[in-house]
């Protein structure tokens, strides 16, 4: 495979260099990943765009989202930064682990939200019926289920990017889980 090297902000496009430029000021840093998208003029900016969408779902659901689809895709990447970025939205570690094999049992509507979208991933954008109906029971509505099904595809492109290049991973590690659960 060919190597992918991270981009730096001398390699970029001017637009990406200002792309760069609000990512670490608003968090830091620019993640290794963000900085891949630019081996694509507008990869950067379209993907950011998808990303930052208003959406119906709530942070934590959103972490949901984000941490089912990349232990389902096993993205060690995408594992990293959203274990992270769920810590920041109020999850334990253990809860955390538990969202990650598809459940959420200390919250029956986030549980109902973690187990469609396994479904979803794993059956490749066919999830089982009972899962559909068990969102719209636990409260989600229409409108819901398609920002969901936006958010799987917006972490899918994440964890192929990832998987295609295997660049170096700026996060701290996720814990594995001990038991395969996908």
Known sequence: ??????????????????????????????PNLYATYTHSENGLADYLTL??????????EKEVINLVVSEVNDCTYCKAAHTAIGKMNGFTEEQIL???SGEASFDPKLDALAKYVKSAVINRSKPEQSTI????DAGYTK??????????????????LYGSTSIPVDFPTAQELETAAV
Not at 7 to 14: D, G, I, L, Y
Not at 133 to 136: G, P, R, S, T
Not at 143 to 160: F, M, Q, R, W, Y
């Open 143 to 160: 409108e819901n289920l398609v920002d969901t099904i936006i958010l799987v595809g917006d972490k899918t492109i994440s964890n192929l």
């Open 133 to 136: 109906e068990a969102l719209f």
């Open 1 to 30: 495979m060919e190597s992918f090297k991270v981009p730096t902000r001398e390699e970029v496009s001017a637009d990406n260099q200002a792309i760069f430029d609000n990512l670490k000021s608003q968090v830091g840093f620019v």
């Open 51 to 60: 990303a930052n969408r208003k959406t119906t779902l709530s942070g934590k």
């Open 98 to 100: 538990e969202i990650r």
